[in-house]
């Protein structure tokens, strides 16, 4: 640039109209153009999103919008929600990782780190058996390399595992010691730690133990109790922790539903399509056949029909007209509308249905707190009997008393180091979740598993659930002198132009009785009230009784017969031809096959049964009579199901939800346990913590039996876990000393460690065979 040319004044500045900064100008500073106005931009990243929506920007809009001061984020304890962290760690009190407060998509970090330190302690846990057990299979490996060389690579191959691998287990172990919050975590890190510092000893100072515990020089070393402890327990946090990832799935899947683009109209008339956060309340938008409405509002132009599924949980389409609300992310069918923003961000239907499936995702506590509960009692106890162990050989103990005294304590240690603990949960959790994939339920986590063992009521929804999901042409009443081959013909001609789901159950009705759907002039759809045109030169009109009314039709002959099938829980529809009443076509959604069964297996459980739809009442009672349900709440929206749960719940009652929609996430969520089908939607089975596989309510009470055996499974891994315990504590003390002259080597408690694990694991195999 010439010396003497016109450049920015240096000191001049402006507001940069995407961030809010305070711009410098300068000759090169970023701007933009709009209209009459000149911008100035910050960074790159700020000009290239006023490109993608100039008028959001350059109206003053971003600022109306405001600056909203973002808080940091927030974390909590699934287990302990009174715990409240500004940074992820772990719960002071339980141990667990802590969650986000807010509904998140994030991964989870620690799922990640967890699994890769799970795969480094079992890579390095085979070799490290190998040398120590092979000789009990015959592999000589630890006489072929000798045996100082063998004990130098165990030292080699655990050191990394315990210093890096464990580092979290010994984290919170500690946490747990200077919180005064003895749990699980401090049993593992202090067992950990014996077996490693005793075989650290061992290795390089063996002249302070006895000749006894000598075996050519060298004293028998237990790395490899302190690695396999280490991956055996990684291996049920990964369990855990994938558990709880799920809930992240859900929320992804949820807000995969809103689109990510709105078509915003301006006061000129021009269009184009914005990001949907740029959105704000009072903005007119166009949503085009096929597209998913953006936000919350309301209908001020066009007729069409929405799929309303995803709120409602029912397949049949909601007519909508201006002046008619609409909601974000419900899907529109057919025609264009024109809508008026209403509700935005987190205010609208779809945020907060997010916001519930979180909440109550993370209001459940895991099954593994019942034996944090024992742990509370047994660590302080365990830890209590190695002092005294140390203090009375020390004091009474033969020469030298020191050897004697840390041998004894280390032996209580490593034999109440919680090996079979760790795994007692999971390895009937994974076993169960096998057993219940054979019979067609899927098991996501234990908690489930434990709430459905003693669940007393069952909230079902009707569509997806007890019905079929998708409408079908269920009668044919013939009314006129038209036969019913015709009053077929007719009608699949007619609503072939149709996208009604009504329509497509006409359609595919008349082709299942070998009718085929022929051409149709003049097709016209009337808003809320039905379709007409011309059929082979006749004039056809089908539609309900306000359609027949407006072209000057009575429907008293044919209301008792349209009555008694709507009171069976049928859509009936007036066919007109000619200008005569010709027939009544009625559509359902028809019960599944098994629903009737599978309502008396549940009564036979004890089960009581409620049925909680979206439907109309006379519908909606109809079915439950007709299957034998208990009671029925008709025309209830999302929240209402999850208020309908907290309600049950306060009168101190055990709650399982069977549910297939979106509708139901919510609920799904919040009930004690959720049941998902599995020909339902995608966000129903990540709330649930049950899925059924075919969507088949039998499958419930399949579920019910696999719950039981599996919490009676789970209560008899802890006693063998606890049982070994009890009995060999006070045996590696050194009781039978006085009696028998030997102490209780560390090798005997290891093995009596390893037992316990063996008895646990052979116990929840038993779950493969139960009887379902």
């Known amino acids: 640039m010439p010396k003497d040319a016109a450049a920015p004044d240096s000191a001049a500045t402006a507001i940069d109209p995407v961030c809010g900064m305070t711009v410098t100008l300068k000759p090169d500073t970023r701007t933009e153009t709009f209209g009459a106005q000149s911008f100035h931009f910050c960074s790159g990243k700020c000009q290239s999103k006023f490109q993608t929506d100039p008028w959001f920007y350059a109206s003053g809009n971003a600022a109306k919008r405001g600056k909203v001061a973002v808080a940091g984020t927030q974390y909590t304890c699934p287990m302990h929600p009174q715990i409240i962290r500004d940074a992820p760690g772990s719960c002071p009190i339980c141990g667990m990782a802590l969650e986000t407060l807010v509904p998140t998509d994030a991964p989870s970090h620690e799922l990640t780190d967890f699994t890769r330190r799970m795969w480094v302690s079992a890579a390095a846990a085979v070799p490290l058996i190998a040398l ?143 990001p949907l956060e740029n959105i704000m309340a009072g903005d007119r938008l166009r949503v085009r056949p096929g597209d998913a409405v ?43 509308l024109v809508i008026e923003a209403g509700k935005v961000g987190a205010d609208t239907v779809l945020s907060q ?34 002092f005294l162990a140390f203090a009375v050989w020390m004091l009474f103990g033969p020469t030298p008393a020191l050897v004697f005294a840390v041998a004894a304590a280390v032996s209580v240690l490593i034999i109440a180091c919680p090996c079979a603990l760790g795994l007692a949960t999971p390895i009937s959790i994974t076993t169960a979740a096998g057993r219940g994939a054979q019979a067609g339920v899927l098991i996501k986590d234990a908690e489930a598993l434990e709430r459905m063992a003693s669940v007393d009521t069952l909230i079902v929804d009707k569509t997806g659930t007890l019905t079929m999901g998708k409408p079908v042409l269920t009668d044919t009443v013939v009314l006129g002198d038209v036969d019913e081959v015709t009053i077929l013909t007719l009608a699949a001609a007619l609503e072939k132009g149709s996208e009604h789901p009504l329509a497509e159950a006409i359609v595919e009705g008349a082709a299942a009785r070998g009718i085929a759907a022929g051409a149709t002039d003049g097709f016209e759809a009337v808003t809320g009230k039905g379709v007409r045109g011309t059929v082979t030169g006749r004039a056809v009109a089908l539609g309900n009784a306000a359609m027949m009314q407006e072209m000057g039709l009575q429907t008293a002959d044919g209301e008792a017969r349209a009555d008694a099938l709507r009171a069976i829980g049928k859509t009936a529809m007036y066919l007109a031809v000619d200008g005569a009443l010709a027939g009544i076509l009625a559509v359902a959604d028809p019960v599944k096959p098994t629903a009737a069964e599978a309502i008396r297996a549940l ?49 101190g009652h055990k709650i399982a939800m069977a549910g297939d ?112």
Do not use: C
């Open 603 to 651: 009564h036979g459980v004890g089960l009581r049964i409620i049925m909680a739809t979206g439907d109309n009442e006379r519908t909606a009672r109809a079915i439950a009579a007709s299957l034998g349900i208990d009671e029925v709440r008709a025309g209830v929206l999302p929240e209402d199901k999850k208020s309908l749960i907290d309600q049950l719940r306060r009168e």
């Open 132 to 274: 120590t057990m092979g000789p009990l299979v015959g592999l000589q490996l630890r006489n072929l390399i000798g045996h100082q060389v063998a004990t130098y690579a165990e030292f080699v191959l655990a050191t990394p595992i315990v210093l890096w691998a464990a580092l979290p287990f010994f984290r919170r172990g500690w946490e747990s010691v200077i919180n005064r919050s003895p749990n699980m975590w401090t049993l593992i890190s202090l067992g950990v730690a014996a077996a490693y510092l005793y075989s650290l000893v061992a290795t390089f100072l063996p002249g302070l133990f006895p000749e006894a515990y000598r075996m050519g020089g060298m004293v028998g070393t237990y790395y490899e109790a302190a690695v396999v402890i280490v991956a055996l327990v990684f291996v049920g946090q990964v369990l855990e922790l994938r558990a709880r990832e799920r809930t992240g799935d859900a929320i992804r899947a949820l807000l995969d539903m809103a689109p990510k683009l709105a078509r915003r109209i301006l006061p000129d008339g021009s269009e184009y399509d914005v």
């Open 661 to 772: 929609g979106v509708n139901d996430a919510p609920a799904l969520a919040a009930a004690d346990v959720g049941i998902a089908m599995g020909t339902g939607a995608d966000v129903a089975m990540e709330s649930a913590g049950i899925t059924l596989l075919g969507g088949d309510l039998l499958g419930i009470v399949r579920a019910r039996k696999l719950a039981r055996a599996t919490l009676r499974n789970i209560k008899q891994n802890l006693f063998f876990a606890f049982a070994y315990n009890v009995v060999g504590v006070p045996v590696a003390a050194g009781v039978l000393y006085p009696l028998t002259g030997t102490l209780l080597s560390p090798m005997i408690a290891a093995a009596a460690m390893s037992l316990s694990s063996v008895s646990v694991i052979t116990n929840a195999l038993r779950l493969r065979r139960v009887d379902l």
């Open 353 to 386: 249905i997010v916001a519930m499936v979180s909440n109550a995702r993370r209001s459940r506590a895991p099954i593994q707190g019942l034996a944090d509960r024992v742990s509370a009692i047994f660590v302080p106890t365990v830890v209590a009997v190695a």
């Open 294 to 336: 953006p936000v919350d509002g309301v209908v001020i132009e066009g007729n069409s029909s929405l799929d309303e599924s995803m709120l409602t949980g029912e397949s049949m389409p909601v007519e909508k007209a201006p002046g008619d609300p609409v909601t974000g992310a419900t899907l529109n069918k057919n025609g264009s």
